[in-house]
């Protein structure tokens, strides 16, 4: 089964729209993170939530909102799509204890915008 | 500052050949290294981890890492590659202190294993 769920696999918006990618996990995890792939940067971080706190933010526009509405969920709000946010989109989780552990990716959401 | 270098950006060895593919890393203290594997259209998955101790780590797939400190590299290796391991190879560090959550990635080695 698989343990971190992204929905849907592929998406297709318009210029100006707006979307929502879902992630969940199912590994017990207390982190989860929010990671962008395209030809232009290969991982790109994004956002870091730990207990459903954000941590860390390395997007610089107010258009990618991260939503967690439960511990195991982090879902990542898109608003005003532009073409340059067509890539994958990947969540991934950690259990934080005591020090660091490796990171869990899912298969990813791949976007393209119109 | 936290980076990670991958100094090759395409390798291509033949099957049955051997492999290594460059790490180097920058940060104030040692980190947690590790390896993921992304093949065609998937997620990255965890090839190896090193944490502390013996600098020679084992991963899936018969592949292994060594930690050099002196260095600051954290290399992948494999005796003999096989057709299905071409894919891109990223190297990724982390802080070893509690409650930091940023994960620092290189810019990904792609593998090509040629008959």
């Known amino acids: 089964d698989p343990k971190i769920i992204q929905k849907p696999k592929y998406l297709v918006a318009v210029t100006g729209s707006e979307k929502i990618l879902i992630c969940e996990q199912y590994?017990?995890?207390?982190?989860m993170y929010w990671y962008r792939q395209s030809a232009k940067k290969p991982l790109e971080f994004m956002f870091s939530y730990s207990y459903q706190k954000l941590m860390d933010n390395q997007t610089a526009s107010s258009r990618f909102q991260p939503q967690s509405s439960k511990k195991n969920h982090l879902d990542l709000q898109i608003t005003a799509l532009k073409p340059d946010d067509s890539a994958t989109y990947f969540c991934?989780?950690?259990?934080?204890?005591?020090?660091?552990?490796?990171?869990?990716f899912g298969p990813g959401t791949r976007l393209t915008v119109l | 500052a936290q980076s990670v270098t991958q100094p090759d950006a395409r390798v291509t060895v033949s099957e049955g050949a051997s492999l290594q593919l460059r790490c180097k890393y920058s940060y104030s203290a040692t980190p947690y290294l590790f390896w993921y594997v992304q093949y065609p259209r998937q997620g990255l998955q965890l090839l190896l981890k090193?944490?502390?101790?013996?600098?020679v780590v084992q991963g899936v797939n018969s592949f292994e890492a060594e930690f050099s400190k002196s260095n600051s590299s954290f290399h992948l290796q494999k005796a003999s590659v096989h057709w299905s391991d071409s894919a891109v190879y990223f190297c990724?560090?982390?802080?070893?202190?509690?409650?930091?959550?940023?994960?620092?990635f290189g810019a990904g080695t792609r593998l090509k294993v040629i008959a």
């Open positions: 090193y944490y502390s101790g013996d600098p």
């Open positions: 590994l017990g995890h207390n982190a």
């Open positions: 991934a989780s950690s259990q934080e204890r005591g020090g660091a552990i490796e990171q869990y």
């Open positions: 990724a560090l982390k802080g070893p202190n509690t409650g930091n959550y940023k994960y620092v």
